[in-house]
């Protein structure tokens, strides 16, 4: 059974503070003219079921619990594409006061591709390499999760505050 | 009475392309109410403009928005070029138009491409996009980006286009005219979209006119409403029609974009032919002082520009009012009373651009 997992790996794809660009350039890598499908890869929207997170644009501190989220609900062996120079540094963005950086602050990333936004094909060879590290993390030849993030995020108390309105809002 | 529950529609969700959450107060199936919770890819652009100097921010703008990106770039250089008194030349306005019927065109192509996966004719999805790569190539060619092309600067365009160009764009539209012809009937006529569309999410012309919708869903309302007619650019010199609708459910906005399709490619065409020769921008070395306020046409419907200079290289101030931000209180009126699995179709049906509204 996992030997289907590098066969056709699922993707599911997380948007988090991009400008669309990388976003509408990896759909267009799913659709006939590019087709990562021929790969099996299978674009779907339930992180249960996927092996590989695709992850566009920075993160901020609203956006950066629910990515950790999506991440810790993907079974293991997982491997991480950020695309587009967003996710590495923030790209133009960096210096805007609701960015915190780059996606590795918060996940640990396995794939960065450069580009804003990065060519399709510079995206689907991006998501081949994650496939390779996908097949090594299975075998055990590397360690199955990637190296700890630089720092872990912890939601302010403005966002704990809000978890709990939504819970009273739930019981009301 | 029933007790109402809270279901959370989003951030991650599978029609959703971009984080926004709606929580839904349900009564059995039935949507009672839509509280939206917006935030999600809010960076902060509009204070970053104001650090930067007003010619980086052309291309930091385009950045607002990656569907729409041209025409974000081009209603802010209209402002910039109203403050500082510049007539960029006719055939950097007609450029303009092309560019922006090219990406009208291939937003409207993803729009309806996003509504048919919605409601899970995922054939359609991937035929719409195919077709919509023959635009991607076109952009390509004639400005060297698929998707933030970079090409408006203040005074008027960076690149000059080529006849030999322009040719081929046509024979591009050729193409795409071809295939459209087979896709839209199966999108129009089809029995089951037809089920899942018609009657769906409908917005009384009244409601939209009060809420304040703009673009193909006050089109499809009955407000004949589209800026392009107002002449910006090259526009004044072609002939443009808002494509209206009456109904106002989701086959009606459907309706309008793919009518504003076939549109586009008469606007390409008729500025190919009209194009003038000459050159594509005018030199300045003033800088931007005063205020202005700079509409324009996109994709979604009107987006507004706020711009304040003070005579220095720095903006004081720019604020940005995209289509999507008055669209959302319309979509809220829709989502009252509707069944829980049309939520998605409602919601796309408004081709809403998250990254847009809340910069
Ligand atoms: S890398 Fe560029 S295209 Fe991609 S999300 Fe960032 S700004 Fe947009």
Redesign the interface.
């Known amino acids: 059974m996992f030997n289907a997992v590098s066969k056709s790996p699922w993707v599911v794809h997380?948007?988090?503070?991009?400008?669309?660009?990388?976003?509408?350039?990896f759909?267009?890598c799913l659709?006939?003219?590019y087709d990562v499908e021929r790969f099996g890869i299978l674009h779907?929207?339930?992180?249960k079921h996927a092996d590989v997170l695709v992850v566009t644009?920075?993160v901020?501190n609203?956006?950066a619990r629910?990515l950790q989220n999506?991440y810790n609900q993907i079974p293991d062996p997982k491997v991480v594409v950020a695309m587009g120079v967003c996710t590495s540094s923030g790209?133009?963005?960096a210096?805007?006061?609701?960015?915190l950086g780059n996606v590795d602050l918060v996940i640990p990333v396995d794939v960065f591709v450069p580009g804003?936004?990065p060519?399709p094909e510079a995206m689907i060879d991006g998501i081949v390499k994650a496939v390779g590290i996908l097949e090594r993390k299975r075998k055990g030849e590397i360690f199955p999760t990637a190296p700890k993030p630089l720092c872990k995020f912890k939601p302010s108390e403005e966002q704990s505050a809000e978890k709990t309105a939504i819970k009273e809002?739930?019981t009301v | 009475m029933a007790k109402n529950t809270i279901i959370p529609f989003g951030p991650q969700h599978p029609v959703l392309p971009e984080p926004i959450q709606l929580r839904l107060v349900l009564d059995e199936e039935r949507v009672v109410s839509a509280i939206p919770v917006v935030g999600y890819v809010h960076r902060g652009l509009e204070k970053l403009a104001e650090q930067k100097d007003f010619l980086q921010d052309t291309y930091l703008i385009e950045r607002i928005c990656g569907i729409c990106s041209f025409i974000h770039s081009l209603t802010y250089s209209m402002g910039i070029e109203s403050m500082m008194g510049l007539t960029p030349p006719p055939r950097a306005q007609y450029l303009r138009v092309i560019w922006s019927e090219l990406h009208r065109m291939h937003s409207h192509l993803l729009a309806t491409g996003l509504l048919a996966d919605s409601f899970g004719f995922e054939n359609l999805f991937m035929q719409l996009w195919r077709t919509r790569e023959h635009i991607m190539d076109a952009m390509e060619a004639t400005t060297g980006a698929r998707v933030l092309l970079g090409t408006c600067c203040i005074g008027g365009v960076r690149k000059d286009v080529s006849e030999e160009l322009l040719k081929s764009v046509l024979q591009t539209l050729v193409t795409v005219e071809k295939e459209l012809d087979e896709h839209m009937p199966v999108l129009l006529n089809d029995y089951s979209v037809k089920q899942r569309l018609c009657g769906v999410g409908i917005l009384d012309k009244q409601v939209a006119y009060e809420r304040g919708a703009v673009g193909p869903t006050a089109r499809a309302s009955g407000i004949a409403m589209d800026l392009r007619t107002q002449g910006y650019a090259a526009y004044g010199e072609l002939d443009v029609e808002p494509m209206v609708e009456t109904d106002g459910d989701c086959y009606a906005r459907t309706k309008v974009r793919v009518r504003e399709l076939y549109q586009s490619l008469n606007i390409i065409r008729q500025a190919i032919g009209k194009i003038p020769s000459g050159s594509i921008n005018v030199p300045f070395k003033t800088k931007p002082d005063g205020e202005v306020i700079s509409r324009a046409e996109q994709p979604r419907g009107e987006v507004l520009y706020y711009l304040k200079g003070n005579g220095t290289d720095m903006l004081e101030r720019l604020r940005v009012r995209t289509p999507t931000f008055a669209n959302i209180p319309p979509v809220l009126a829709m989502l009252a009373g509707c069944e829980l699995a049309d939520v998605g179709v409602i919601v796309i049906s408004i081709d809403p651009c998250i990254s847009c509204t809340e910069r």
């Open positions: 997380f948007n988090c503070n991009s400008c669309n660009g990388c976003d509408i350039e759909l267009a659709t006939p003219h779907i929207g339930n992180p644009g920075s901020n609203r956006n629910v999506v790209g133009v963005f210096g805007c006061y609701n960015i804003c936004p060519r809002e739930k």
